[in-house]
């Protein structure tokens, strides 16, 4: 049985996932339920959580996924003529943009009604030595769509330790940002002499780029500004463990 307040909470991030694909803030949700404070909020969200309604996903801000919701306001029985829903159109790999509404292609719901969104995987890019990252056109991988803004999306393999210093390890799924700018001490993509290709964090001085590792075992590669493109910035990394 829960409280008036837990079952309103409940009620209140399940129709907010429903709607946006991604849970409310702290504040949201301590606006709609009237409270003084967030520490009610959590307190809640613990309530819930032991009582399996709620789980959190670890190491990601904002990341509620409602299990279940309680009988009484469990969704009505389909009708028999709706039982069968309509055949859905088969998934075709893409860049997928970042405008995620549910009735775009390449994005699905999981059981929860948070949206996911399929990415193309590219190959493996070196978080060590540099190597070419190309396009496996048969491969995707499932990302939550609020990890994702606007512009256009994919996803890489890391391969090395050269970035485990900013938490990126060998076997990482890193998702980038497809852009041809990237702010001074940002992670990217670097096209190197048009022919390598490395994630690596980008300090410019001067006239110089330099792509800098996040391990001391690896030297901080130095270049003029006309041998190294951004390709795309790093926006979001997946780890299966």
């Known amino acids: 049985m829960l409280t008036r307040k837990q079952h309103e909470l409940l009620m209140f991030i399940d129709r907010h996932l429903r709607d946006t694909g991604f849970s409310p803030s702290f504040e949201e949700m301590k606006e709609a339920l009237k409270l003084r404070s967030k520490s009610g909020i959590h307190r809640l969200i613990s309530a819930l959580e032991e009582r399996g309604f709620l789980r959190r996903r670890a190491h990601r801000a904002r990341a509620l996924e409602v299990i279940r919701l309680p009988e009484s306001t469990a969704p009505a029985p389909l009708a028999r003529a709706e039982a069968t829903p309509p055949p859905r159109a088969a998934f075709a790999p893409n860049v ?11 994005v699905t719901r999981g059981a929860n009604d948070a949206a996911a969104v399929h990415l193309p995987l590219y190959g493996r890019i ?6 070419e990252a190309l396009r496996d056109q048969g491969t995707s991988v499932e990302v939550p769509a609020a990890l994702l803004g606007g512009g256009e999306h994919y996803a890489l393999e890391v391969s090395g330790d050269s970035m485990e210093g900013a938490g990126i390890l060998d076997g990482d799924t890193v998702i980038i940002r497809r852009d041809d700018m990237a702010d001074n001490g940002a992670i ?4 190197v002499d048009e022919a390598e290709v ?30 190294v493109k ?7 990394l997946l780890r299966r463990y």
């Open 96 to 106: 997928i943009r970042g405008t995620f509404a549910s009735n775009l292609p390449g």
């Open 126 to 131: 070196a978080a060590g030595q540099p190597i």
């Open 230 to 236: 951004v390709q795309g910035r790093l926006v979001g």
């Open 188 to 191: 990217v993509v670097a096209l």
């Open 198 to 227: 490395t994630l690596k964090r980008l300090r410019r001085k001067g006239n110089s780029v330099a792509l800098e590792a996040a391990n001391p075992r690896y030297e901080t590669r130095i270049f003029g500004p006309d041998r």
